[in-house]
């Protein structure tokens, strides 16, 4: 698909070039507003990305005219003008989208998508990711254009996939999904079917792994590779690192953007030594502000956030402080002309010795200053989307043979496990009374001790038996399996085993929330905790509804009819309590579930909410596993109760 960008800083657009094109776009590019205006009229594109201040003619011009000549496709704006009175003016010039400066790579690419999608241009028939490519009209898979066999569940289970990449998928979503309730096979099915779906692409040239297995929940789509030089890894404490498969690349570019970078402050340096010395010129300051504008909307997004922010603090300084201080200068010549173009209007004397204090001159050479010295920090570049957390557990590997407990506690990572290694049962023992784990992997026989396994089984099922304990070992025979049955292990697995074996052993045993979708309906008068605790379920699968106004709530419940709801106590008009026991009072809704959430834990607090009807709390700041896992397991014992046969207590 052919996009037309509309640019004149260069570097921005080199780095949007890359961008798009690793994307599989087809840039052409325009460094003034006359060449795009050409451009866009005797070229066939798909979409336009504009800039607002470029030269000859600016973006809000280019857009009109276009519109004027029955333009039809997609425009973009993509400028650093960040007032709600720019947008609107961005929009009702005609243009499709406003995204500002500094702007975020997937973000970007996800607005372009959602606009093609829009024009059509995106056939919907077609799934892909990085050079995989399903294509649903014709009912065939290729990588690199070159088709690969699939059954037909192995195409369905890839299109589910494609068709959903932010989506987790626990087995028993995929069974219903896949083969619904009648005819579905066991569990263990989905996973052979993952194994050998991976096992087909690998031969054609896939070496990516492109599902990920979120320890306890099930899998996901991983992000495609390559869809941008600004993707970053995330490290188990949350802190950012680059990619290693991509790093060179990405230096590099840093590196271009970091010189072109170093050039442009230098015309700020100039003007701040210029002003300094009572002697800045027109064509300076006008290339001062111009270099300012620039480097507000492009350093942030190229590693340098902090860049941006202080580049945008000398633009507004250049435009807001000088010319405030000529109020005979403003009356002859309206602030908009300024904005609208540095070519279509003459250039402003905006400093003088009387424009500035001495303050204000002070400020300006400081924030040069903080500038310049951010250009010698290291780039950060941003993480390309949040990543819904995994669950964290605690595993006890209680075995001797190192090499396989250090191999274990190098994988573990990536499963969602931590683990602690006891060498002995001693020690196991001494381990188990500090903090109780999640799960116990157990050998049952010790090189340097007589003591057998099977006794400190007996022991942690006697002591925990919730815990569920998975003995590991060489010794197999149907009396050592019975002896293990008996004694309340939940799995035996005999060595050797590999360590995808082992750790799909753990997640047998541990609990999954098997919630197929759902809807939840969250009651806060806070926005921002709105958006947040709707970013936390909804990649669970959850169908989301958000309620800031709480006297809406009854309409909002019967139009949405939700699986469960989460109230927060405090709100004003109606608060939760009073919710609550609205929703108790009615024979309908009686038995729906409600979760509430609140900053005050204290034993009273907990008491009135308990005897309004709430099923459980959540205390203030929600931590999102707990989130997760509550409302998940209350949905699925609500249904599971609801089941013919199932007991009501």
């Not at 979409?47 to 333009?71: E, V």
């Not at 372009?112 to 649903?136: E, H, M, V």
């Not at 815990?467 to 293990?484: H, K, M, W, Y």
């Amino acid at each position: 698909m052919k996009i037309l960008l509309v640019e004149d800083d260069v570097l921005l657009s080199t780095a949007l070039f890359e961008l798009l094109n690793a994307n599989r776009y087809t840039i052409d590019i325009a460094s003034n507003g006359q060449a795009g205006l050409e451009l866009a009229l005797s070229t066939e594109y798909e979409l336009i990305l504009l800039d607002w201040l470029i030269p000859k003619l600016d973006g809000i011009t280019l857009c009109r005219q276009l519109r004027s000549q029955g333009y039809r496709k997609s425009i973009l704006l993509l400028t650093g003008k960040n007032s709600n009175a720019d947008i609107v003016a961005g929009l009702d010039a005609g243009a499709d989208d406003y995204v500002i400066k500094p702007f975020d790579p997937e973000a970007l690419l996800a607005r372009i998508r959602s606009l093609l999608r829009r024009n059509g241009a995106i056939s919907s028939s077609t799934l892909t990711w990085g050079n995989l490519c399903l294509d649903q009209s014709a009912g065939r898979v290729t990588y690199n254009q070159q088709e690969i066999p699939f059954t037909a569940t192995e195409y369905k289970l890839l299109e589910l996939f494609l068709q959903n990449p932010d989506r987790i998928f626990s087995r028993a979503v995929i069974l219903d999904r896949l083969w619904g309730f009648d005819d579905a096979p066991t569990e263990n099915a989905v996973s052979t079917h993952i194994k050998d779906l991976r096992k087909k692409l690998k031969p054609v040239g896939l070496t990516e792994e492109f599902l990920e297995t979120v320890y306890g929940m099930g899998y996901r789509l991983k992000p495609a590779p390559n869809r941008s030089i600004f993707v970053m890894e995330t490290n188990q404490d949350g802190k950012k690192k680059p990619s290693p498969k991509d790093m060179t690349s990405v230096n590099r570019v840093l590196e271009r953007f970091r010189n072109s970078f170093v050039g442009q402050v230098a015309v700020l340096e100039q003007a701040k030594t210029a002003l300094l010395a009572g002697n800045l010129n027109e064509d300076l300051q006008q290339r001062a502000l111009r270099e300012a504008h620039k480097l507000a909307g492009s350093m942030g997004s190229f590693g340098y956030p902090e860049g941006s922010r202080l580049a945008r603090k000398i633009e507004h300084l250049l435009l807001e402080q000088g010319a405030g201080g000529r109020e005979n200068v403003l009356s002859q010549e309206p602030r908009n002309k300024v904005e609208q173009g540095f070519q279509s209007s003459p250039p402003l004397p905006l400093f003088e010795d009387s424009s500035l204090s001495p303050e204000q001159i002070s400020n300006f050479s400081q924030l040069v200053t903080a500038l310049q010295q951010e250009l010698t920090k290291p780039a950060v570049t941003s993480t390309a989307a949040n990543v819904p957390m995994k669950q964290t557990h605690r595993l006890l590997v209680i075995d001797d043979d190192t090499m396989l407990t250090e191999q274990l506690q190098a994988e573990a990572d990536s499963w969602g496990i931590r683990i602690k290694v006891a060498p002995n049962l001693a020690t196991a023992r001494s381990l188990f009374s500090l903090k109780a784990p999640d799960a116990v992997l157990l050998d049952l026989s010790f090189t340097e001790i007589e003591e057998d396994g099977l006794i400190l089984l007996s022991e942690i099922v006697e002591r925990s038996p919730n815990i569920p304990v998975i003995v590991f070992t060489g010794r197999d025979s149907l009396a050592e399996r019975l002896r293990v049955s008996r004694l309340g292990a939940r799995q035996f697995l005999h060595k050797p085993a590999t360590t995808e074996e082992i750790f799909q052993a753990i997640a047998r045993v541990l609990p999954q929330p098997q919630t197929s979708e759902a809807k939840v309906l969250i009651v806060d008068d806070d926005p921002v905790i709105l958006a947040g605790l709707s970013a936390l379920l909804t990649p669970w699968g959850l169908e989301v509804i958000t309620l800031s106004q709480s006297q809406q709530f009854w309409k909002v419940l019967i139009a949405t009819s939700p699986d469960l709801v989460v109230l927060d106590l405090e709100m004003p008009i109606v608060n939760g309590l009073e919710l609550c026991k609205v929703v108790r009072q009615d024979a309908q809704w009686g038995d729906l579930p409600i979760l509430v959430v609140t900053a005050h834990i204290e034993p009273e607090f907990l008491q009135q909410a308990f005897a309004a009807g709430a099923d459980d709390f959540i205390s203030k700041p929600v931590l999102g596993p707990e989130l997760v896992t509550r409302v998940l397991s209350r949905i699925q014992r609500t249904r599971w109760r609801s089941q013919p046969g199932k007991s009501q207590a």
